[in-house]
């Protein structure tokens, strides 16, 4: 168990790192023909915005030195909101969950589940 725990913590890293490239330039803009128009119109709302991208590499970045360092219950909860957005503007917004352009979103959230329910002791103070 010891071992998937390291496994996932370095594939969640990996997922993290993508909004944080996206958001400093080193991966292209995202262009229309990736969406459907209402998705497309939801994505540049985000992009005009000017601060949600940045605000989201910066979560991004908090999450990976948490997950680095092994506070994966605070990096789950932190987390957790990114994910959920990210899949129900797949599920609701653009083509669904069942295409390539969820194919990080799904991993992302199954990843956070799975350190959500692993840490469930520790959020009793939560409730």
Known sequence: MKILRIVLRVLICLLLVTPILGATGVFPAPTADLYTPSGWAFMSALLNS???????????SVCIV????GRTALAAILVTPLAVN???FHAFV???LISPSASLGIPLMLITLFFLWDNRKKYKTLW
């Open 50 to 60: 000017g601060y949600l991208m940045p605000l989201i590499a910066i979560l991004c």
């Open 94 to 96: 653009d083509t669904g």
């Open 86 to 88: 990210v899949i129900c």
């Open 66 to 69: 948490l997950f680095a360092i």
